[in-house]
C-alpha cells in the first residue's frame, strides 16, 4: 500500500510570498492531519479533518494559513503571506477509521522562509 | 492542560547495548493512548510501540518495550541490543479522544545516537 505523499518535499521563499503544500493520504483514510514542526520540537497539529470537514483548526494561525480538503481525499495547506517563524517542516499525516487512533506520517515539507 | 515531557534531549548508547528514553505527561483523562514515534534523520516518522492506558501489561514489539506506570503518568521506551539504525529523534505522544475528536500530543522529543 502506498504510504502518505506529501510535495513538494523542501520549498525555500522569502517573507511575504506564498507557499503551498499537498498531501495526498493513504487510500481510503478518512482522516487527515497538517503538523507544523519546528526544528527542536515536536509536531504541532495546525488543522484536522475527518472526510472533508473541519474538526480541529484551534491552532491554525488563521489571518496567515488555510487549508481545504475538498473531495475528502488529497489536501492543499497554504500560507500567505509567510514570516520567517513559519520556517518549519510540515507533516502530513493520515488514519483509518478502523484505527482512527493510528497516524501514519509523510515525508513533510521542509520550508525556509529568507 | 495536556503536556508531554522528554527530559533527555540527547542521548547515546553503544551498539547492542541498552537503552531507556523517558517520558513523562499529564491529563485528566482517564483512557486514552501513548506512543513512541521514531523520526530518522531527514526521513518520515514512523510508529514504534502503542499502548492503551487501560491495559496494564506493558506493550512489546521486538527490541523495543514500554515500561508504563499509569498512577506515575510514566511511559518509558526501552530499546534493546541497539542497533545503528536506530538513531533517529524518538517522540513520545498521547492521544485522547474529546469533543469528538482524536487529539495528539507530541513531546519535544529525544536525540539517539547508537555509536559503533
Known amino acids: 500500500e502506498a504510504g502518505v505523499a506529501q510535495s513538494p518535499r523542501y520549498k525555500i521563499i522569502e517573507k511575504r510570498q506564498s507557499v503551498a503544500f499537498w498531501c495526498n493520504p493513504i487510500s481510503g483514510h478518512a482522516t487527515l492531519y497538517w503538523y507544523q514542526q519546528i526544528l527542536g520540537q515536536g509536531p504541532k497539529l495546525l488543522i484536522q479533518?475527518?472526510?472533508?470537514?473541519?474538526?480541529?483548526d484551534s491552532q491554525l494561525p488563521k489571518d496567515r494559513f488555510s487549508a481545504e480538503r475538498l473531495k475528502g481525499v488529497d489536501s492543499t495547506l497554504k500560507i500567505q503571506p509567510a514570516k520567517l517563524e513559519d520556517s518549519a517542516v510540515y507533516l502530513c499525516a493520515s488514519s483509518p477509521e478502523t484505527s482512527r487512533e493510528t497516524q501514519y506520517f509523510g515525508p513533510g515539507t521542509r520550508l525556509l522562509v529568507l | 492542560a495536556q503536556t508531554v515531557t522528554q527530559s533527555q534531549p540527547e542521548m547515546s548508547v553503544q551498539e547492542a547495548e541498552t537503552v531507556t528514553l523517558s517520558c513523562t505527561y499529564d491529563t485528566s483523562e482517564s483512557n486514552y493512548y501513548l506512543f513512541w514515534y521514531k523520526q530518522p534523520p531527514s526521513r518520515q516518522m514512523i510508529l514504534v510501540i502503542r499502548?492503551?492506558?487501560?491495559?496494564?501489561q506493558n506493550a512489546t514489539e521486538n527490541r523495543f518495550s514500554v515500561n508504563f506506570q499509569k498512577a506515575a503518568k510514566s511511559f518509558s521506551l526501552k530499546i534493546s541490543d541497539s542497533q545503528l539504525g536506530d538513531t533517529a529523534m524518538y517522540f513520545c505522544?498521547?492521544?485522547?479522544?474529546?469533543?469528538?475528536?482524536?487529539?495528539?500530543?507530541f513531546g519535544t522529543g529525544t536525540r539517539l545516537k547508537v555509536l559503533a
Open positions: 505522544a498521547f492521544m485522547i479522544f474529546t469533543s469528538g475528536t482524536y487529539k495528539y500530543i
Open positions: 479533518f475527518q472526510n472533508n470537514g473541519v474538526v480541529d
Open positions: 499502548q492503551e492506558a487501560y491495559k496494564q
